[in-house]
């Protein structure tokens, strides 16, 4: 019987130990683990994060998988309930969490290739996992480019780190804001607007994206159009996901749910799928 | 697989001391046309001759308002919650038992969902061969008249005051024994019991599909963009009473509710609807499904092609409780697959 007493719809305490805002509404937030161990994610994944009281909700994990490092990050825009409730905690404080759950990106496949990465507004957050690991990693990978499109100069989030890979070499990268002030001196337009101005081969690249919903059939279009094939093409896609186990219905695109089959998709998995992109 | 008799008269014995050991529910009417499983009290008539249950079974191994966990916010511990009643449902349907079934795979399967396999565990399920069929039934024609599992007694009516008991499981078999020695279905009865599917087959085909039901979920992948979703669609009035009546709809919300000093809660779930405006909608208003037409096409994609390329089954069982709940009557598996059917009839 007491195996049994496991519930999967039990979280795990978890302590906040760092709080750094990253803009105007969102706000980086790093976790302890109160058991001691790490979170064990890929890059991709997502936590269900509790606070008692207020509800539950899925953000996706912003920091690399580590070893030893019992932190994690996530990167939060205060926008409902759950992300109002957590801009309100101080560091001491404790969440829940279930998970990681979810697909993630296929790191072992970009081993030896060049690797696009498109961050539209906050989809830098998830994607920054996967960045991370693969600059602790460096060697293993071609080209890494970076492209980074936001709405407007005040939305950019974590832009020194930005400006530090930048400068570090040892990834190329592009941003674009859609709509400047008068501070801002880079490149006006969409994210898609980017693409056409680099070379890749479109043999050896692989593309991970994300971004918000309007924004995948765009630039899966110019990729396509660079000759990069939907195999090499994969997108992290959010829905409304509630239980995270792939039961309660909510994050369903056709019939794939979202919590389990993704949230990261091969584009080739998705493309005869009318609710994807 | 071994088949007793049962006389009617040794049902109130039984009845009397299920009772005591389980809550038993057993079909009655409630008002005229509508019909339940309530819970059985020796005054209660029972009705024998029902057509459906107008609220479905899916209630007691999934209830519309389930606890999860508990927890504590000083200290942020949580402890699961598992509610599992002790229940016999005697009288349900071929068709129902079937939606147990599928849920029993659905909540099994992947991640296996232990407050529904602790409930379904404590549940008692005995089977009822109906004597009647709704006027929007359609079992007959989905491949839910009958069952192979999933029931623990399979009771058919083959006489004035005689049953025919086939056992499905040990513990039906021990239930049934509690009335006294058990009496081996003659060669007769078991022929009466096969008359009496064979009779209630030939009403319940009256409504049926047009077609092969296996092929729905072909039918669908071709229908996505028919002018049908929209035709039906347009007089949605959003309000999810077939999700709710829908014995396979299982789609749930999580909730929770702290105590008046904000220290301890509970966390729930809900039924919820594909069919509500804000089911499919994130923090930040975007829905993925804004439209009646999104929401309306998803469940018959659901019960029609997700569930069956999943389970190999139909997500619809037949038992037109939808068709019954719709107030702006366009709540109808039948009508809506055999329109495709006729739609797409010239690409055969």
Redesign the interface.
């Known amino acids: 019987m007491s195996t049994?007493?496991?519930?999967?719809?039990?979280?795990?305490?978890v302590t906040l130990v760092e709080k750094t805002p990253l803009s105007d509404f969102v706000t980086r937030f790093t976790f302890e683990q109160?058991n001691g161990k790490p979170l064990a994610h890929k890059p991709g994944q997502f936590v269900n994060l509790?606070i008692?009281?207020?509800?539950?909700?899925p953000f996706s994990i912003s920091s690399p998988p580590r070893r030893t490092n019992i932190t994690f990050e996530i990167a939060v825009?205060r926008?409902?309930a759950v992300?109002g409730a957590m801009h309100a905690l101080e560091p001491g404080a404790?969440?829940?969490i279930r998970g990681p759950y979810g697909s993630s990106f296929p790191v072992m496949k970009f081993v030896g290739k060049d690797v696009l990465i498109v961050a539209g507004g906050l989809g830098y957050i998830p994607l920054r996992s996967l960045l991370f690991y693969q600059l602790r990693h460096r060697d293993e990978f071609g080209r890494i480019v970076l492209m980074v499109g936001t709405r407007d100069p005040k939305e950019r989030i974590f832009v020194d780190e930005i400006a530090d890979l930048a400068k570090s070499g040892e990834v190329e990268v592009m941003e674009t804001v859609d709509m400047p002030d008068s501070t801002w001196k880079g490149n006006v337009g969409v994210i898609t607007t980017l693409l056409p101005k680099i070379d890749l081969d479109p043999g050896n690249t692989y593309v991970a994206m994300v971004g918000p919903?309007i924004m995948y059939r765009f630039v899966i279009a110019e990729c396509r159009k660079k000759g990069i094939a939907s195999e090499q093409i994969f997108v992290s896609l959010?829905?409304?996901m509630?239980?995270g186990?792939?039961?309660?219905?909510?994050c369903?695109i056709?019939?794939l749910n979202t919590c389990?089959d993704g949230p990261v998709f091969c584009y080739t998995d998705i493309e005869a799928y009318?609710?994807a992109i | 697989m071994t088949t007793y008799t049962v006389y009617k008269e040794q049902l109130p014995g039984l009845f009397e001391k299920w009772s005591k050991q389980y809550a038993l529910h057993v079909p009655a009417r409630l008002r005229e046309g509508f019909y339940d499983l309530v819970p059985w009290r020796k005054d209660l008539e029972i009705a024998w001759d029902y057509d459906v249950a107008y609220n479905s079974p899916k209630r007691f191994v999934m209830p519309p308002h389930e606890a999860?966990?508990t927890?504590?916010?000083r200290?942020?511990?949580?402890?699961?919650v598992?509610g599992a009643p002790k229940q016999i449902l005697f009288g349900v349907h071929p068709y129902d038992v079937k939606a147990l079934n599928q849920l029993d795979q659905?909540?099994e399967g992947?991640?296996p969902?232990?407050?529904y396999i602790?409930r379904r565990e404590a549940t008692v399920v005995m089977a009822f061969e109906p004597l009647t069929v709704s006027p929007s039934g359609f079992w007959a024609s989905v491949g839910a008249s009958s069952v192979a599992h999933g029931f623990d007694l399979y009771w058919t009516k083959v006489g004035p005051a005689s049953f025919t008991v086939e056992i499905g499981s040990a513990k039906g078999e021990e239930l049934l024994a509690m009335g006294g020695a058990l009496l081996p279905s003659t060669a007769g009865d078991k022929e009466g019991a096969r008359r009496a599917k064979a009779r209630i087959l030939t009403k319940a085909r009256k409504n049926a599909l047009r077609y092969n039901w296996e092929e729905t979920p072909r039918l669908l992948a071709k229908c996505?963009d028919s002018p049908l979703w929209r035709r039906y669609s347009q007089m949605c009035l959003a309000c999810g009473s077939c999700n709710t009546v829908c014995p396979t709809c299982?789609?749930?919300?999580?909730?929770?509710e702290?105590d008046d000093k904000?220290e301890t809660?509970t966390?729930y779930?809900e039924w919820?609807g594909?069919m509500l405006e804000s089911?499919?909608?994130?923090?930040?208003n975007?829905n993925?499904?804004p439209k009646a037409q999104d929401r309306y096409r998803?469940r018959y994609?659901?019960k029609g092609?997700?569930i069956y390329?999943?389970i190999g089954e139909l997500g619809c069982v037949g038992c037109g409780r939808c068709v019954r709940a719709c107030t702006a009557g366009i709540a109808n598996p039948l009508k809506v697959f055999n329109e495709l059917w006729e739609e797409t009839a010239h690409e055969y």
């Open positions: 049994k007493l496991f519930s999967p719809y039990v979280p795990r305490p109160d509790s008692y009281g207020i509800g539950e909700a825009r926008i409902g992300t404790k969440v829940g919903p959010e829905r409304k509630k239980c186990l792939g039961k309660c219905g909510h369903q056709n019939e389990i009318q609710e | 999860l966990i927890y504590d916010r200290t942020y511990e949580a402890k699961p598992f659905l909540m992947g991640s969902d232990q407050n602790r996505w299982y789609c749930f919300d999580i909730r929770e702290s904000l809660g966390r779930r919820d594909c089911f499919a909608k994130v923090a930040g975007h993925f499904r998803h994609f659901r092609k997700y390329d999943k």
